[in-house]
Nanobody, 124 residues
Framework: VQLQACGGGLVQAGGSLRLSCAAS????????MGWFRRAPGKEREFVAA????????YYADSAKGRFTVSRDNAKNTVDLQMNILKPEDTAVYYC??????????????????WGQGTQVTVSS
């Protein structure tokens, strides 16, 4: 499956951004989808995941209460709504797809398919 992420940009602290990831190539609803990010000088980290059906979601502690992941299987898209952004949210954000079991969807090595990343910069 091919993934294309978009929606990043520059925003002030406290603002919002909505990232979107479009999938093509294989049956989208076969995959759980995840969002990860890599900040400058840091390891890539898990942000959020959503099951193939969209019925279950999971968030990193840093994202809980501020970020919402959703998907539209009819449009082959998965979105990440990010609110109350903080400077520490500055990173390149990646969407990824996996068929791994739900309990492993916070682990980046379980994702064989990745989008190219979109830059999010939050100014203070």
């Amino acid at each position: 499956v091919q993934l294309q992420a978009c929606g990043g940009g520059l925003v002030q602290a406290g603002g919002s951004l909505r990232l979107s990831c479009a999938a093509s190539g294989r049956t989208f609803n076969n995959y759980a989808m995840g969002w990860f990010r890599r900040a400058p000088g840091k390891e890539r980290e898990f942000v959020a995941a959503i099951t193939w059906s969209g019925r279950s979601t999971y968030y990193a502690d840093s994202a809980k209460g501020r970020f919402t992941v959703s998907r539209d299987n009819a449009k082959n898209t998965v979105d990440l709504q990010m609110n109350i952004l903080k400077p520490e949210d500055t990173a390149v954000y990646y969407c990824a797809a996996t068929t791994a079991s739900w309990g492993r969807t916070a682990t980046d090595s379980e994702y064989p398919y990745w989008g190219q990343g979109t830059q999010v910069t939050v100014s203070s």
